[in-house]
């Protein structure tokens, strides 16, 4: 499992941004951690921002996801995402 916790900044890679394959999952969102409630940023990027293939689970709560060369987020072959249920100005 890949975790996100707050202020990354991945961008301006060749190819994607962040690549998650093969019946893994990625958690991106502070959640319990006691971390400040700041975005990840993935932008820049020549492909996607985000690519998940093959079984791959995503939960994506607290990103700016912006400026990829195809998409910004890339899903394939029985992908599931939790996107963010409400905007930045909603988060206490």
Same mark, same amino acid.
């Not at 958690?27 to 006691?34: N, P, S, T, V």
């Not at 607290?62 to 909603?90: F, T, Y």
């Given at each position: 499992?890949?975790?996100?916790?707050?202020?990354?900044?991945?961008? &301006?890679?060749?190819?994607?941004?962040?690549? +998650?394959?093969?019946?893994? &999952?990625?958690? #991106?969102?502070?959640?319990?951690?006691? !971390?400040?409630?700041? +975005?990840?940023?993935?932008?820049?990027?020549?492909?996607?921002?985000?690519?998940?293939? *093959? /079984?791959? &689970?995503?939960?994506?709560?607290?990103?700016?996801?912006? /400026? *990829?060369?195809?998409?910004?987020?890339?899903? &394939?072959?029985? !992908?599931?995402? !939790?996107?963010?249920?409400?905007?930045?100005? #909603?988060? /206490?």
């Amino acid at each position: 499992m890949g975790r996100f916790l707050g202020s990354n900044l991945i961008q &301006s890679n060749t190819g994607n941004g962040v690549s +998650v394959s093969d019946t893994s &999952s990625m958690f #991106q969102a502070k959640r319990d951690f006691g !971390v400040p409630d700041v +975005v990840d940023m993935i932008q820049n990027n020549t492909v996607a921002g985000i690519n998940a293939f *093959n /079984g791959v &689970s995503l939960d994506v709560q607290r990103a700016l996801i912006k /400026g *990829n060369g195809s998409r910004g987020i890339s899903m &394939s072959n029985n !992908v599931s995402a !939790v996107p963010e249920q409400h905007g930045p100005e #909603q988060h /206490g």
